[in-house]
């Protein structure tokens, strides 16, 4: 195989501006004529990536592998979508396997009419589908401290953006029919920990989905199959997987993961509750920490933005350590609450460059520092990091974090 | 999937049973069975709806805690390599090491017995029995000084138990960083 083919493309794209369009038609004869006359495998029921693609999720050793993160490779992210092979993973007890004619979802509580539901019924509802963003409330958590992560990976990589497809709640909800006084939904997972929160009625009438299709095909195991509920713009652990009970309450349940878990301390000793919400953020995916580019030249510097208020109206890029602000080329259409792909030409002179990008909404917010986040929220809030994150390329060309 | 014991909330049953069989206006679903219903977790309000009956002491707490907790959260509740520290914190909130435990931090008790039973033991959740989770909340809220040697947690004393940082929680205030932190997105 040549050594073209094995380059990244970025390499091709700084020999091609180098050199013209020679070795795109040298590159093309090359991947043509590698191997005449050999047939290539046959077809296949269900595919799988080439061999040569290496980007795999990342997760800590532990000695309970059944709960953890497992993190989306976002410096090998094209685009916009993240495949749901390499989608972010949050687990509290392992993934359930669920045998979709067997599971029941559950509505009772503050309801005139119980109702238990098959998914063949539930699938037999007028349904709707959303490109979102799903992030876990805990991204970017290491983040805080003054060593910040090595690679965009293990960094920033509890984000990822698929396709769902599902009923809105708020069609199940009329079904039931809510009794008044009822003001909170108390979702409930059917993995071995039974994962529940509450989740404010206002939310379920407006935009909650039971989604049980991602990406073209039902929901992975590890992301809720054959139910799960998104929440459109909030953190991840509300976005209840392998959904199997929602209980209509007058009162919030006060569960762990929104009281001991997902509750952010304040440097005054006090805890903001219900931190729903993920405010905008970005990261510069290319090039990004553990990255080297492989000689001077012209570069597209690219990355990802989000906002859980709505669409990105803009991000700017620095790569001068935040003396100066570019505005970058955003991908259309900037769908709300999805990942928004941001690009820029940017020439590596061989001097070293610290790059960072910022993100502002559709409402105006401008993804902070991590040091306004501090000046606001101390050290030990553990959740809710969207600081701008800034990378150091050296002049050898190779890319590393930069410690606060 | 239905194999957690709950408490069965009766009352819905006998009303359901009462109304049609599916939704009014798609004609799905069915009213639950107690076995799809008792099949779900036993979710605890604050306020101590959903806690069943039974009740349990520090002094079986104990044993229960050796038996089932301790391997992992350590024989005093101190933490382990692998199990969260149960105790201690107290005054740390506020500090550069703040150390959250149901000591320290959880605001509601109904909440140690919610995930006791729900999660724990991390191996086996489920496994416990009611008597047994109100017994090893009673020893944990024990150990953390909240509640006497001699008190015996039940669905009506367990919820009248007043946690240190009761409270301790605000609501989000954010944005509160930048020139957006007086507007609030919809949503």
């Known amino acids: ?404 | 999937m239905w194999t957690r014991s709950a408490l069965a909330p009766a009352i819905v049953f006998a009303a359901a049973a009462t109304l049609t069989a599916q939704s009014p206006r798609f004609g799905v679903g069915r009213p639950p069975t107690p076995d799809e219903v008792r099949g779900l977790g036993a979710a605890i309000a604050p306020d101590g709806g959903g806690l069943p009956e039974g009740s349990g002491t520090v002094a079986e707490g104990r044993t229960v805690f050796a038996a089932r907790c301790a391997s992992c959260h350590g024989p005093n509740g101190e933490g382990g390599g692998v199990g969260a520290a149960l105790v201690g914190g107290t005054g740390t909130l506020a500090t550069a090491r703040p150390l959250k435990t149901v000591g320290s931090f959880w605001p509601h008790a109904t909440t140690v017995w919610d995930y006791v039973n729900r999660a724990m033991p991390f191996d086996q959740p489920g496994l416990l029995k009611p008597e047994e989770v109100y017994a090893v909340v009673a020893y944990i809220l024990n150990l953390n000084g909240i509640i006497a040697e001699d008190a015996v947690m039940n669905a009506s004393t367990l919820p009248r138990v007043n946690m240190p940082n009761r409270d301790g929680f605000v609501p989000d205030s954010r944005p509160d960083v930048g020139p957006t932190k007086a507007k609030k997105p919809g949503r």
């Not at chain 1, 004619?101 to 539930?122: C, F, K, N, W, Y």
């Not at chain 1, 505005?327 to 769908?335: G, I, M, N, V, Y």
Request: positive net charge.
């Open chain 1, 1 to 404: 195989m040549s050594n073209i083919r094995r380059s990244s493309r970025r390499q091709i794209l700084r020999m091609t501006a180098a050199l013209g369009g020679g070795l795109v038609a040298q590159r093309q004869k090359l991947l043509a004529w590698d191997t005449p006359g050999k047939l290539g495998a046959p077809l296949g029921p269900y595919g799988e990536r080439s061999p040569f693609e290496k980007a795999v999720r990342w997760h800590r050793d532990s000695k309970t592998p059944e709960t953890g993160s497992c993190f989306t490779p976002l410096q090998a992210s094209v685009g916009t979508i993240t495949p749901s092979s390499l989608h972010y993973e949050r687990h509290h007890a392992g993934i359930p396997t669920i045998d979709p004619s067997q599971h029941r979802l559950v509505i009772h509580g503050m309801v005139d009419r119980p109702l238990s539901l098959t998914m063949a019924e539930i699938q037999r509802l007028p349904s709707i589908t959303r490109t979102l963003v799903l992030e876990c409330g805990g991204n970017s958590a290491g983040e805080w401290a003054a060593k910040t992560g090595p690679d965009v990976q293990r960094s920033y990589g509890l984000v990822s953006c698929s396709e769902w497809t599902g009923v809105p709640l708020a069609t199940l909800l009329a079904e039931v029919g809510v009794k008044a006084g009822a003001s909170w939904v108390i979702a409930e997972g059917a993995d071995a920990c039974r994962m529940e929160r509450s989740i404010p009625l206002s939310k379920a009438m407006d935009n909650t989905l039971l989604a049980y299709g991602q990406n073209g095909e039902m929901i992975r195991p590890s992301q809720g199959y054959p139910l799960r509920l998104i929440n459109p713009g909030w953190e991840g652990n509300t976005n209840v997987k392998w959904l199997h009970s929602l209980k209509l309450t007058n009162q919030a349940y006060m569960a762990r993961d929104e009281t001991s878990k997902y509750s952010d301390l304040m440097p005054d000793g006090k805890a903001r509750i219900f931190t729903y919400r993920m405010e905008a953020k970005s990261v510069i995916t290319f090039p990004s920490g553990g990255q080297t580019l492989p000689g001077v030249g012209l570069y597209e510097l690219t990355g990802l933005a989000w906002s859980g208020s709505g669409k990105i109206e803009r991000v700017e890029i620095t790569t001068d350590g935040g003396r100066t602000w570019t505005a970058a080329q955003l991908q259309e259409p900037r769908l709300p609450i999805a990942l928004t792909r941001f690009r820029m030409p940017w020439r590596f002179d061989g001097r070293e460059a610290v790059i960072a990008s910022r993100a502002i909404d559709e409402t105006g917010y401008i993804q902070p520092s991590r040091e306004d986040l501090i000046a606001a929220r101390g050290m030990n809030s553990i959740y809710h990091f969207n600081g701008t994150k800034f990378w150091r390329v050296q002049a050898d060309g190779t890319v590393t974090n930069v410690d606060a």
